[in-house]
C-alpha cells in the first residue's frame, strides 16, 4: 500500500496505464492477456488508492468508465438510456455492506426484496422491437456508443424476430447477456481444431469472437445463445409495465423472449447469500458459463429512488465467484474485421 501522496500518484498512474491496456485488449480486440481475477486485483487497488486519496480521483480513470470503445468498422448506435455497468461484491460482508448502504441511503430500515440472477460471461447487447418487429441491435460499447451488430443478433436462434402477443409498447429495447453454453463451445473448439484453426480460450470469448464479426454468415454458424435481463427504452412512456423488475422479466418471457432459467428472487441481504451459495455450488453443472450472480433491488420506485452513480446503477450489485482460473493461457482468438 502507497503511504504517501507521491508514492500513490505514481502507483494510481502506472494501475490506470495497465488497466486501459487491458480494458482495450478485452473489449476492443476480444484476446486478453491476463486472467479476470489479475484484472479484478488491479482494479480493486485502483479504487482502493482512489478512496484512500480522493485528490487523485478523475473522470477519466478506469474505475469511472464502463467497457470499451466502439469499432469503427461497426456503424455506431448511441444508445438512448446508457448501457452501464455493475458494482463488484467480492465477498459475503461487501454484499451485506451493500444491504446497509441501500437502506442508510433509503432511510428505512425495511426489508428488501432482489431480484437473483446468474451473471452470464458473454456480452451485454441491447435489441429494438418497433411494433413488436426486431429493428436494431447493439453491442455496449463504451455505455454510450455501441456497435450495431443486427444482421449477427438475427441469426441467434433463440431471438425473436417478432414479439409474440400483441401488449408490447411501440418501441421496447430489450437487454440482455449473448453467450455460449459450454456444449457449442466445446463442439466449436473441436472442429476448429480439426481444420487446424485458431481455438478460443473461453465461452465468452468465443461469444465475443463470434458476434463482432463483419460476416454473419459466420455467426450464423456459431452456437449463441440470449438470456434477457432488462429493459432499455420504453415508449410511449405512458405503456404500463408491472412495477417490480422480476415481473417486468415475466412480461419480457410473454413477450417470446428467453430468460435464464435459474433466476430466482430472495428477501434481504441474507436471501442473497443463500441464493449465492445455491449457485456457487451448482456453477459446474450449468450448461452455461457465468462468473457471479447479479443482486437487483426488485421494487421499481426503490430503484428509481436510489438512482446511478457514473458507471453502474446504486441498486444492484455483481457478487463475483472465486477465480476459477489463476493464469490460464490465453490462446488466440479468431477475429476478422
Ligand atoms: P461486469 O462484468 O462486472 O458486469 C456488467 C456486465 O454483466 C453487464 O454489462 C452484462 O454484460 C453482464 N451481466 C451478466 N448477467 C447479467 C444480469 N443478469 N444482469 C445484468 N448484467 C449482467 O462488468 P464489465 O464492465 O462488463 O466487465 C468487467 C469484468 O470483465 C471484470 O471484472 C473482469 O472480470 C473482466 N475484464 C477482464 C479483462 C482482462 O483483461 N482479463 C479486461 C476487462 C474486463
Given at each position: 500500500?502507497?503511504?504517501?501522496?507521491?508514492?500513490?500518484?505514481?502507483?494510481?498512474?502506472?494501475?490506470?496505464?495497465?488497466?486501459?491496456?487491458?480494458?482495450?485488449?478485452?473489449?476492443?480486440?476480444?484476446?486478453?492477456?491476463?486472467?479476470?481475477?489479475?484484472?479484478?486485483?488491479?482494479?480493486?487497488?485502483?479504487?482502493?488508492?482512489?478512496?484512500?486519496?480522493?485528490?487523485?480521483?478523475?473522470?477519466?480513470?478506469?474505475?469511472?468508465?464502463?467497457?470499451?470503445?466502439?469499432?469503427?468498422?461497426?456503424?455506431?448506435?448511441?444508445?438512448?438510456?446508457?448501457?452501464?455497468?455493475?458494482?463488484?461484491?467480492?465477498?459475503?460482508?461487501?454484499?451485506?455492506?451493500?444491504?446497509?448502504?441501500?437502506?442508510?441511503?433509503?432511510?428505512?430500515?425495511?426489508?428488501?426484496?432482489?431480484?437473483?440472477?446468474?451473471?452470464?460471461?458473454?456480452?451485454?447487447?441491447?435489441?429494438?422491437?418497433?411494433?413488436?418487429?426486431?429493428?436494431?441491435?447493439?453491442?455496449?460499447?463504451?455505455?454510450?456508443?455501441?456497435?450495431?451488430?443486427?444482421?449477427?443478433?438475427?441469426?441467434?436462434?433463440?431471438?425473436?424476430?417478432?414479439?409474440?402477443?400483441?401488449?408490447?409498447?411501440?418501441?421496447?429495447?430489450?437487454?440482455?447477456?449473448?453467450?455460449?453454453?459450454?456444449?457449442?463451445?466445446?463442439?466449436?473448439?473441436?472442429?476448429?481444431?480439426?481444420?487446424?484453426?485458431?481455438?478460443?480460450?473461453?465461452?465468452?470469448?468465443?461469444?465475443?469472437?463470434?458476434?463482432?464479426?463483419?460476416?454473419?454468415?459466420?455467426?450464423?454458424?456459431?452456437?449463441?445463445?440470449?438470456?434477457?435481463?432488462?429493459?432499455?427504452?420504453?415508449?410511449?412512456?405512458?405503456?404500463?409495465?408491472?412495477?417490480?423488475?422480476?415481473?417486468?422479466?415475466?412480461?419480457?418471457?410473454?413477450?417470446?423472449?428467453?430468460?435464464?432459467?435459474?433466476?430466482?428472487?430472495?428477501?434481504?441481504?441474507?436471501?442473497?447469500?443463500?441464493?449465492?451459495?445455491?449457485?456457487?455450488?451448482?456453477?459446474?453443472?450449468l450448461p452455461y458459463d457465468i462468473d457471479g450472480?447479479?443482486?437487483?433491488?426488485?421494487?421499481?420506485?426503490?430503484?428509481?429512488?436510489?438512482?446511478?452513480?457514473?458507471?453502474?446503477?446504486?441498486?444492484?450489485?455483481?457478487?463475483?465467484?472465486?477465480?476459477?482460473?489463476?493464469?490460464?493461457?490465453?490462446?488466440?482468438?479468431?477475429?476478422?474485421?
Open positions: 500500500m502507497s503511504n504517501t501522496l507521491e508514492n500513490a500518484k505514481n502507483d494510481v498512474a502506472a494501475l490506470r496505464k495497465q488497466l486501459n491496456e487491458y480494458n482495450y485488449q478485452y473489449y476492443v480486440l476480444d484476446d486478453p492477456t491476463v486472467p479476470d481475477a489479475q484484472y479484478d486485483r488491479d482494479m480493486q487497488a485502483l479504487i482502493a488508492l482512489e478512496q484512500e486519496f480522493p485528490e487523485l480521483k478523475s473522470a477519466n480513470s478506469p474505475s469511472q468508465k464502463v467497457g470499451g470503445a466502439a469499432l469503427s468498422a461497426f456503424e455506431q448506435v448511441t444508445h438512448e438510456v446508457p448501457m452501464l455497468s455493475l458494482d463488484n461484491a467480492f465477498d459475503d460482508a461487501s454484499l451485506l455492506a451493500f444491504e446497509k448502504r441501500l437502506k442508510d441511503r433509503l432511510k428505512d430500515n425495511a426489508p428488501l426484496s432482489f431480484s437473483c440472477e446468474p451473471k452470464l460471461d458473454g456480452l451485454a447487447v441491447s435489441i429494438l422491437y418497433e411494433n413488436g418487429e426486431l429493428v436494431r441491435a447493439a453491442t455496449r460499447g463504451d455505455g454510450q456508443v455501441g456497435e450495431n451488430i443486427t444482421a449477427n443478433v438475427r441469426t441467434i436462434s433463440n431471438i425473436p424476430l417478432s414479439l409474440r402477443g400483441e401488449q408490447w409498447p411501440e418501441r421496447v429495447e430489450v437487454r440482455g447477456e449473448v453467450f455460449m453454453p459450454r456444449d457449442g463451445f466445446e463442439k466449436l473448439n473441436e472442429s476448429q481444431r480439426g481444420k487446424g484453426a485458431k481455438v478460443f480460450a473461453n465461452p465468452r470469448n468465443a461469444a465475443a469472437g463470434s458476434l463482432r464479426q463483419l460476416d454473419s454468415k459466420i455467426t450464423a454458424k456459431r452456437p449463441l445463445m440470449f438470456y434477457a435481463y432488462s429493459l432499455g427504452v420504453v415508449q410511449p412512456d405512458t405503456f404500463e409495465l408491472p412495477n417490480s423488475h422480476s415481473e417486468r422479466l415475466n412480461k419480457l418471457a410473454s413477450w417470446g423472449l428467453p430468460l435464464c432459467p435459474d433466476i430466482s428472487t430472495a428477501d434481504g441481504g441474507n436471501g442473497c447469500l443463500e441464493y449465492y451459495n445455491l449457485i456457487l455450488n451448482k456453477r459446474d453443472a450472480v447479479v443482486f437487483k433491488v426488485d421494487d421499481i420506485a426503490i430503484q428509481n429512488r436510489l438512482g446511478f452513480v457514473a458507471r453502474a446503477p446504486r441498486w444492484a450489485i455483481a457478487q463475483k465467484f472465486p477465480a476459477q482460473e489463476e493464469v490460464t493461457t490465453l490462446i488466440d482468438v479468431e477475429f476478422q474485421v
